[in-house]
């Protein structure tokens, strides 16, 4: 990406590397795949941030799903395990009343 003419902050010409806004940017382009690794500045960057940031909530929000998921599995598996376990104890106390 190209330097910012004009700073929206300022309201000058772009400082550049004197600017604590002016970042390095490194990736990898969300919408085109491709490598990046450009000087630019960070409110120009911005829209590209947002959507990297959509992109990484989704693929975590679909981990964590698959995570809750398994937990249900296993949660019922042991309930009913301790179920199976505990019945026949509770059976052979009633009959002992």
């Not at 004197?18 to 969300?30: D, V």
């Not at 960070?42 to 947002?50: D, G, R």
């Not at 309930?79 to 026949?88: E, K, N, S, T």
């Amino acid at each position: 990406m190209s330097k910012t003419p004009f700073c929206p902050l300022i309201r000058k010409d772009c400082k550049e590397h004197q600017c604590a806004w002016y970042l390095n940017i490194q990736g990898e382009n969300p919408q085109t795949g491709e490598v990046v690794n450009n000087w630019q500045c960070a409110i120009n960057a911005i829209p590209l941030l947002q959507i990297e940031t959509s992109r990484t909530v989704r693929q975590n929000h679909s981990a964590t799903v698959g995570v809750r998921e398994e937990i249900n599995k296993a949660t019922k598996a042991t309930v009913m395990a301790a179920l199976g376990q505990i019945q026949p104890v509770q059976v052979a106390i009633e009959e002992s009343k």
